[in-house]
């Protein structure tokens, strides 16, 4: 006979544990995601605001949330102590009666004065973020999947630009300078949204939205696609880069330079081989062909979205593929990245030179970009686009060609 005694835990009891060690668990697991949403170091932190505009959200959102948390923590104390004061014990129901009159009205109206106190500056924000007047340059992004295309019209705004500017992935702009953003997209709805320096903006196909961005300081302020747009959304990036103004107006010379020819014998051959392989989608202003006439790209012919980056200046930017990649090596990139203000513009004005070349990323990208960036999911999809891919198609190249083509792209900058 076993002398032992048996002890049982009570049902409730064990019940109640299990959901106090899940609760404990969620609310570990909230607040580690709360501190690495707010890290200061995070790129896309909308609480470290770095322009006039991410300042007015800025002004708005703290003390909602200091408000919201507030009331957060009331009812959820409440919620907590009515659960377990009045836990199911096995006692009778007890009586009924009816609510208490003042009780009932009082709980109404403080939650409407509560919610008007914050439409009150949350309506006067928006307003005020939606003001335009005082820009002065005007650029234009238009969205694609899944890639941003930035234009610069002629204008004697951004210190005067006497031609356009074609260029994607990044945004350059003089600091200090109030920029009205023009965007639309040319197939579905995109959202153009850099967290420290404006709220988002959706880009609707045949609508101009507008969008006011300002930095305050030289640096890199990296975006993200914030509309579900399809296969690549979350690979959707966008940077804008902001310079002082006369490292701005370097980089605008160098935009609107002359193209020159290769002297390099292995660029060379990759001018050759941009010409047959990628100059039906890609533009490299002031490209020829062997009878001395312009080579002009026909996107529209040959992709589902009508248009592919221009690649005139690729290397005086640091990243390619709707900046989901980065042309800089790792460690290239955080001297660019990490450069205090002062030293920004010289750094990012360097462009991509030879020894910084991320070669891996960009090989593996001609190697076969749709393994790179997903862009659709079989070819049957091709019979609802019309036979034309959405992105950058496998283009089986060989490994000769590739090695043309990436000491050809070097050359332009």
């Known amino acids: 006979m076993n002398n032992r005694t048996s002890m049982s835990v009570p049902k409730g009891a064990s019940t109640v544990r299990s959901v106090s060690r899940r609760l404990r668990i969620a609310a570990a697991v909230g607040l580690g995601a709360l501190v690495a949403g707010c890290a200061q170091d995070a790129p896309q932190n909308t609480f470290d605001p770095a ?38 014990r096995g006692q009778a129901i007890p009586e009924q009666t009816h609510g208490k009159p003042a009780l009932e009205i ?34 234009n992004v238009t969205g694609q999947q899944w890639w941003w295309e930035v234009d610069y019209p002629v204008q004697d705004g951004c210190g005067g630009i006497s031609a356009p500017i074609v260029t994607s992935g990044q945004m350059v702009l003089p600091v200090d300078t ?34 006011r961005m300002q930095a305050d300081e030289p640096g890199i302020y990296a975006g993200q696609c914030t509309e579900f747009c399809g296969l690549s959304h ?18 605008k010379a160098n935009q609107l330079s002359d193209y020159e020819s290769p002297t390099n014998e292995l660029a060379l051959a990759g001018e050759s081989t941009f010409i047959a392989q ?14 001395g006439d312009p080579i002009v790209s026909r996107p529209d012919l040959n ?33 660019v990245w990490e450069a205090p203000p002062d030293e920004f513009g010289e750094r990012y004005l360097e462009g991509v030179t030879p020894e910084c070349l ?32 959405r992105g950058m198609p496998y283009l089986a190249l060989s490994e000769g060609q590739i090695d043309e083509l990436v000491a050809y792209l070097l050359e332009r900058k």
């Open 234 to 251: 979350a690979n959707m990036r966008m940077e804008v880069i902001a310079l002082e103004a006369d490292d701005f107006e370097v980089w």
């Open 178 to 211: 109030p920029v009205l953003v023009r965007g639309t997209s040319r197939d579905v709805i995109h959202s153009w949204w850099i967290p420290r320096l404006n709220g988002k903006r959706d880009m609707v196909p045949g609508r101009v939205q507008t969008n």
């Open 106 to 139: 009082g709980l109404t109206i403080l939650p409407a004065l509560i919610l008007i106190g914050v439409a009150i500056p949350t309506v006067s924000t928006v307003f005020a973020l939606a003001e335009t007047d005082d820009t002065e340059c005007v650029i």
């Open 278 to 291: 990628c100059s039906r989608c890609h533009q490299v202003n002031g490209l020829t062909d062997g009878d």
């Open 358 to 389: 991320n070669r891996v990323q960009l090989r593996e990208w001609l190697r076969n970009s749709p393994a790179e960036k997903p862009m659709y999911t079989d070819p049957n999809e091709l019979a609802a686009t019309n036979g034309l891919p």
């Open 51 to 88: 322009g006039p505009n991410a300042q007015r959200i800025q002004n708005l959102q703290v003390p909602v949330f200091i408000i919201a948390g507030i009331v957060g923590v009331i009812t959820l104390s409440v919620i907590a102590f009515v659960v377990w004061r009045y836990r199911d």
């Open 303 to 335: 992709v589902y979205s009508g248009a592919a980056p221009n690649l005139s200046y690729l290397m005086t930017r640091t990243t390619f593929a709707g900046a989901m990649f980065d042309l800089l090596t790792p460690e290239c990139r955080a001297d």
